[in-house]
């Protein structure tokens, strides 16, 4: 029997041809070739306004937290939902985090809910677009304009994702809060192994990100020629990836409509399977102003245990499918500094999602063979 893993990290075979140029190129630090073409790229492509490539989301997210200036006893509203790094890069700052339930039809944030959790220590809202679909971007965006914050996007997930607004206009996740941070970790669509990006949409904040990125230097001004030296102007620290990173991650942009064609496909072959069983799993929803990147595919169920005998069946009959995120409220760090009320659709998300096989590489027959094996359980 043989086994069908439940991620396998795709290269499109451009990858190694690419490091050799960067290799070569003799400029193998930080933001050397391949760090201008894929800002270049994101930039052209998405109408970013700034785009800075990390070593990872979560550096992403550190940087953000610098640039609001959040400082201890801040606030910051964030589903309980989401993956640690969410949470960690504001903590690190001091601030008081906020948890937000799940939507009942969704794992994301419940926009509803954010209103009644703002006082007049809050700072900021980091919505995470769980699975690539996006959160009710317009109501946050009202939200935090009439109380004066920032909002953060998690857009670890998003790449090559929409949202339409009221106004009819299609954006893509990323560029709707004032910063957004991105992922390249492998287990994301588009990836470098480990890798994020900062986006900087509100202008107000993108020379001092430049700085922030460069361990509080303005070193990025003087390689422009803007300074005839370089000097200590800010805290900081050193959140750029090599030049080689860069390459790898230019190579999977350059595929980006095909390994996105292609999850797709899989996304839409394991729902079609998985119809006419909707009435013991519950299928992933995509409101009307989100499209799917089919960054995953996920099934709630209606138990913790029934959970666990469905990944027990499964990974005994070769397939690997996994549960996801804990509830960060309940976690062993944060338990005893949350304040809050219960969090019931995040605890069901919690005990009842499992996710299934989702990769490049999937077969039909693979895809064929998941179902089955889960629905004769
Ligand atoms: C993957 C992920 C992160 C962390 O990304 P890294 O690049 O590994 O730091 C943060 N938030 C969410 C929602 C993620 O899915």
Redesign the pocket.
């Known amino acids: 029997m043989s086994q069908i893993p439940f991620n396998k990290p795709y290269l499109t075979g451009k990858e190694i041809d690419y490091i050799y140029q960067a290799v070569q190129s003799g400029k193998i630090s930080g933001d050397g070739m391949f760090t201008k073409k894929c800002h270049g790229f994101f930039e052209k492509k998405y109408s970013f306004n700034k785009c800075l490539l990390t070593s990872?989301?979560?550096?992403a997210?550190e940087m953000a937290a610098i640039l609001l200036n959040i400082k201890p006893g801040d606030e910051v509203i964030m589903p309980s939902y989401?993956?640690v790094?969410?949470a960690t890069a504001f903590v690190l700052r001091g601030a008081n985090i906020i948890f937000c339930d799940s939507r009942t039809d969704h794992p994301g944030m419940d926009e509803d809910q954010i209103e009644s959790l703002i006082t007049e220590r809050t700072k900021a809202i980091v919505p995470?677009h769980?699975g690539g679909v996006a959160c009710d971007m317009d109501k946050i965006m009202d939200i935090a304009g009439r109380h004066g914050l920032y909002v953060v996007e998690?857009a670890?997930?998003c790449i090559e994702s929409y949202y339409t607004g009221k106004d009819g206009i299609r954006k893509p996740l990323g560029s709707i809060g004032h910063m957004s941070?991105f992922?390249?970790?492998e287990?994301?669509n588009i990836q470098s192994g480990?890798?994020?990006m900062l986006v900087v949409n509100d202008p107000q904040f993108a020379e001092r990100a430049e700085i922030i990125r460069e361990k509080g230097t303005n070193r990025s001004k003087f390689f422009r020629g803007e300074v005839d030296k370089y000097g200590w102007c800010d805290i900081g620290s050193s959140f750029l990836p090599s030049d080689i990173i860069a390459a790898f991650l230019y190579a999977q942009l350059e595929n980006v409509e095909d390994i996105q064609r292609k999850r797709i496909s899989i996304w839409n072959k394991y729902q079609e399977l998985l119809l006419p069983f909707k009435d013991r799993f519950s299928l992933p929803v995509i409101p009307s102003y989100a499209t799917n990147n089919a960054h995953m595919f996920y099934l709630v169920c209606n138990n913790l245990a029934e959970r666990t005998e469905i990944i027990e069946h499964l990974k005994k009959n070769g397939i690997s499918s996994v549960y996801h995120y804990l509830s960060l409220h309940k976690s062993p760090f944060y338990e005893s500094k949350y304040h809050g009320e219960q969090l019931p659709e995040t605890d069901r998300y919690t005990d009842c999602l499992f996710r299934l096989p989702m990769f490049y590489e999937l077969t039909d027959a693979d895809i064929s063979r998941v179902v089955t094996t889960l629905i004769s359980q």
């Open positions: 990872s989301c979560t550096d997210l989401t993956f790094s969410t995470v769980y998690d670890a997930q941070a992922s390249f970790h287990t994301k480990e890798g994020g």
